[in-house]
């Protein structure tokens, strides 16, 4: 599939490592065994979504933040709480509610008396937004104001709280879930809070058999027990070895060329573009395809990034940035049809 989008050759695997140090090759071998691991371990409370957890391993290691979407009942909140075991990670959940204030997340000052002479003094007192992993359950039921919060802390790595700000301690990841079904009393997360998402990313209903083995494992006595794996230092340094995973010249060239072509009324894009899709994505798409490409790299132990892991990463990147029209809903037209078809048609190209 390389072959058709550039004449450069494939790399082969010595070359591939002759741009990496000797000590990020076997960093990178170590970070394959650990995800190996890493989905052994998640097996024991989840069953199937094989394709979610490492979508989500993706959005760990690339210092990303995922959106999940999916209908009650899914186990998204066992299977992020399951992760954050698994890495002992320090763990909040937060459920989104239409009262819910921007306080509730980012903490507030309360007054505290200090000391024997009763002097009363303001504390700050954190709110669960100060952890490693953070659950954001059912976030577009929040008013706009406290969506804005928690989306300030994805961005900045910091909360504001009546003038003073508060850094969040490393590593900082943000799992929100959004229910398809259910959208009388919620508020929609705006296209711009959309893009501070890496990925977004379908969790399907499992498949028969896997619903089956679900039933058996759950309606038994009991809560199987997740051994830690790695801790927040490590994820830390993981996260610096993406980064420096080596991308070939003509992958950016594709990652450009892939988002360039979902803006309507370019010269790039294709004429069905200008029928179906209203808004395309933005820079920060071509930033995750590379970084989301780069991970993925990585957890499979490879050396270098791929076509293929650009692939295999474009349809959760561009899912939630492509925006479609009317048109293209009367005709069943979604956004991960047009990515699906662009990555065809460019392949063939």
């Known amino acids: 599939m390389e072959e058709t989008v550039t004449d450069a050759p494939a790399p082969s695997p ?11 090759v076997a960093a990178i071998d170590e970070l394959g065994q650990t995800y190996a691991a890493f989905k052994k371990e998640l097996s024991k409370a989840i069953i199937g979504q094989e394709e979610v957890i490492e979508r989500l391993a993706i959005c ?18 066992l299977l992020v709480s399951s992760v954050a ?10 459920q989104f509610t239409p009262d819910l204030m921007p306080a509730d997340i980012t903490g507030t000052d309360i007054i505290q008396e200090s000391g024997a002479d009763g002097k009363r003094e303001f504390e700050f007192v954190k709110g669960p937004v100060f952890a490693n ?3 954001a359950d059912e976030i577009n039921r929040a008013p706009a104001k406290t969506q804005s919060a928690m989306l300030e802390a994805m961005q900045e790595l910091k909360v504001t709280v009546l003038g003073r700000t508060y850094d969040l301690k490393p590593p900082f990841f943000v799992l929100a879930t959004q229910n398809p079904v259910e959208q009388e009393g919620t508020y929609p997360l705006p296209e711009a809070q959309l893009d501070r998402f890496m990925f977004l990313i379908d969790v399907d209903y499992p498949s028969a058999e896997e619903e089956k083995q679900i039933a058996r494992a759950t309606t038994g006595s009991s809560k199987p027990q997740l051994s830690h794996l790695l801790d927040g230092e490590k994820v830390m340094a993981y996260q610096a070895l993406v980064r420096r995973v080596p991308v070939p010249e003509h992958l950016y060239d594709y990652a450009v060329s892939l988002v360039r072509k979902t803006r309507p009324n370019r010269p790039e894009s294709p004429d069905w573009i200008n029928d179906y899709v209203a808004w395309g994505a933005g820079p920060r798409a071509v930033q995750y395809l590379i970084l989301g490409a780069k991970a993925r790299c990585a957890l499979h132990g490879n050396y270098m990034a791929s076509l293929e892991d650009i692939a295999a990463v474009a349809p959760s990147v561009l899912g939630h940035r492509v925006l479609t029209n009317f048109a293209a809903e009367s005709q069943g037209m979604t956004s991960q049809k047009v990515v699906e078809r662009l990555i065809k048609e460019m392949d063939e190209a």
């Open 14 to 24: 010595s070359a591939s490592q002759s741009q990496l140090p000797p000590d990020d």
């Open 133 to 135: 992993l953070l659950l």
């Open 85 to 94: 075991e698994t890495f002992d990670l320090s763990f909040n959940r937060i």
């Open 60 to 77: 760990l290691f690339a210092r990303g933040h995922a959106l999940l979407m999916g209908v009650p009942g899914l186990a998204k909140t």
